[in-house]
């Protein structure tokens, strides 16, 4: 069993955070406002992070032990292939060429490889290194 965490972007500050999702609707809000959960000892931290930042933990680590999350970007030692990783139906997959098809995985029909399918969680852990992410780094994903 992996361990169910998310990460997002403060609204308030853009500092990132870890811990638990919340998701709320307020009487006066029509709309849905999304929170990560903090908890420290007896006291709990909430604080409301932009949508778009909201990224869950995928129980993978890099080479170096850091821990991969929905969209992270990453590098192949030797080829040097950049990556990103996102959720997918039944699962996460990582872009096959964000230099081609961009790095926008919300589109309907998308191109991708499964991570279970093409790539066992050991190829990343050994070979695979977290650069930065989609959110901070996006230029990561470009070439000349």
């Not at 990460?7 to 999702?21: A, C, F, I, T, V």
């Not at 993978?60 to 959720?87: A, P, Q, Y």
């Not at 399918?117 to 695979?128: D, R, V, Y």
């Not at 650069?131 to 470009?142: A, C, Q, S």
């Amino acid at each position: 069993m992996r361990e169910i965490k998310f990460r997002g972007k403060r609204l308030d500050n853009g500092e990132w955070l870890y811990g638990s999702l919340l998701v709320s609707h307020f009487k006066d809000d029509k709309k849905e406002r999304y929170f990560i959960t903090q908890f420290s000892g007896n006291y709990t931290f909430e604080h409301e992070v932009d949508p778009a930042t909201i990224g869950q933990f995928t129980g993978l680590k890099d080479k170096n032990g850091r821990d991969i999350w929905e969209g992270d970007i990453f590098k192949e030692d030797g080829s040097g292939i950049v990556r990103s990783v996102f959720r997918v139906p039944g699962g996460l997959a990582f872009e096959d060429n964000p230099v081609s098809f961009g790095y926008d995985h919300r589109a309907p029909v998308y191109p991708y490889s499964s991570i279970a399918e093409t790539q066992s969680a050991s190829w990343l852990f050994q070979c695979c290194e977290v650069i930065g992410n989609i959110h901070d780094d996006p230029e990561l994903l470009k070439t000349e």
